[in-house]
T-cell receptor
Framework: QKEVEQNSGPLSVPEGAIASLNCTYS??????FFWYRQYSGKSPELIMF????GDKEDGRFTAQLNKASQYVSLLIRDSQPSDSATYLC?????????????FGRGTQLTVWP | EAEVAQSPRYKITEKSQAVAFWCDPI?????LYWYRQILGQGPELLVQ????????DSQLPKDRFSAERLKGVDSTLKIQPAELGDSAMYLC?????????????FGPGTRLTVT
């Protein structure tokens, strides 16, 4: 079982819709969770992080964490064509004093006008 | 805004040749990571430095890969000899430290093609 699982997609939504991206992780003791956006041919860009159960909102982005279900999600409201990218979920495990991140393979999102 | 610098951005090399990548982290960032990202997959850690010391190289293919960060600032990753399977994006990232709340910031990456 991989550390971090994501549906590779592609996920396709119309402009203005809500895009929902999901991620599950295997280590129940994982501490912190990150969402990166990666445009084709570019490097990952950090967009959100969350440490506590519940929701965290930043502009059009909301990260949701449910540690009991080992599940983290990213909602993008009012999706724009410029949001079209691959979204990577990354997890830092408990006791990971070295700070290592484990990445999923990413979900490709397409927002069509 | 401070950024992680990497060079070259693109590298094409023949199988069995040597290649080297350079990374300069954000100023003040003690922790430096080298990741490899194969097309269609997420980044995977190759090696991690804390200042000038290697703290995790468990996934580094040490028969052909080497990494150094001599003065605890910039870093070099080397592959010798390169193999076809090494074709990938090589990403450098840095963070202030290794605590759970510290974010990692990525450089633009080096796209390696081995022919």
């Amino acid at each position: 079982q991989k550390e971090v699982e994501q549906n590779s997609g592609p996920l396709s939504v119309p402009e203005g819709a809500i895009a929902s991206l999901n991620c599950t992780y295997s280590d129940r003791g994982s501490q912190s969770f990150f969402w990166y956006r990666q445009y084709s041919g570019k490097s990952p860009e950090l967009i959100m992080f969350i440490y506590s159960n519940g929701d965290k909102e930043d502009g059009r982005f909301t990260a949701q964490l449910n540690k009991a279900s080992q599940y983290v999600s990213l909602l993008i409201r009012d999706s724009q064509p410029s949001d079209s990218a691959t979204y990577l979920c990354a997890v830092r495990r408990r006791g990971s004093t070295l700070g290592r991140l484990y990445f999923g393979r990413g979900t490709q999102l397409t927002v069509w006008p | 805004e401070a950024e992680v610098a990497q060079s070259p951005r693109y590298k094409i090399t023949e199988k069995s040749q040597a290649v080297a990548f350079w990374c300069d982290p954000i100023s003040g960032h003690a922790t430096l990571y080298w990741y490899r990202q194969i097309l269609g997959q997420g980044p995977e850690l190759l090696v991690q430095f804390q200042d000038e010391s290697v703290v995790d190289d468990s996934q580094l293919p040490k028969d052909r890969f080497s990494a150094e960060r001599l003065k605890g600032v910039d870093s070099t990753l080397k592959i010798q000899p390169a193999e076809l399977g090494d074709s990938a994006m090589y990403l450098c990232a840095s963070s202030i430290g290794t605590g759970s709340s510290y974010e990692q910031y990525f450089g633009p990456g080096t796209r390696l093609t081995v022919t």
